[in-house]
């Protein structure tokens, strides 16, 4: 992660990253490409209606944009591949899974279910950064908040801005060996392959995306996961899920999850730090260590 002291350099990487110029970033905001370039000398502040603007076009954290947006500003780490920031190297990282599960009973109300009419636009665009979602997604997406409104989550920081996402689908059989064996990739899902969990013996739970913008953000959507699996009637179930995150790699292996294969192409295609990768298993022994 790389630690950003201003606003005007974290805008300047922004546009490096996104190969767009300072007059496209002035157009996308609706402001003179003088603005743009005042901002990124750092010599004026961005005006309050226009953070709004900024984050909703760049699609930078809320808090990230808050805190170098100052006149005193707080220096703050960021990530642009897995769009995660930090305030010290200390929480750059996640804890052990461990940590987690000594936390588990911390809630928060800033996580919720997923309305999907309100929110579906601003969880696809964030997650285009890293899979492509077609139609067919969206309307799973739709179904599998009504079968599995527990799992399917958005949590919003202080403000009420987007702060990170769970999309978890009840899958049938046939779907998670199509998706194990390599037959079907995970965007290709359709709503025939969702079924009501609580009708199956054994209950599959495949998470088709899970992010947040921070560790502590990350941790409360995480933890509502577990304590669900923990607490369902039916004990018997599997969670498998396709990953594109490097920071959670180690942090699943702990909760019990096994890689059966890496896509070593789509991290070619999307730029990702590490090949996505299907893993599978649940979280028995971990929770009841």
Known sequence: MKKYTSLGELLTDYRKIKNISQSDLAVNLNVDTRTVQRWE???????ADKEDILVQETLLPHQLIRNLNASNPIPTFYDFSIRKYSLTKLTNTLPEALWFKAHMDIETKR???IDYENDIDNIIRHMQFHKPVLKNVANVIRESIKLLPEMNLIIEDDSGYYSGHTLVFPIKESSYEK?????????????????NYKTQNKSIFFAFDLTADCNDNLYYIANQLLRFVRDIPNQDYLFCSIPFRYDSFKLVNQLGLKITWKDEKRKNKFGLEV?????EGNFKEFLSE
């Open 179 to 195: 998706l194990k064996g390599r037959k079907m990739s995970d965007i290709e899902l359709t709503v025939d392959d969702l079924v």
């Open 275 to 279: 090949a996505p990768r299907f893993q």
């Open 41 to 47: 000398k750092n010599i004026t502040l961005v005006k």
């Open 111 to 113: 996580v919720r279910t």
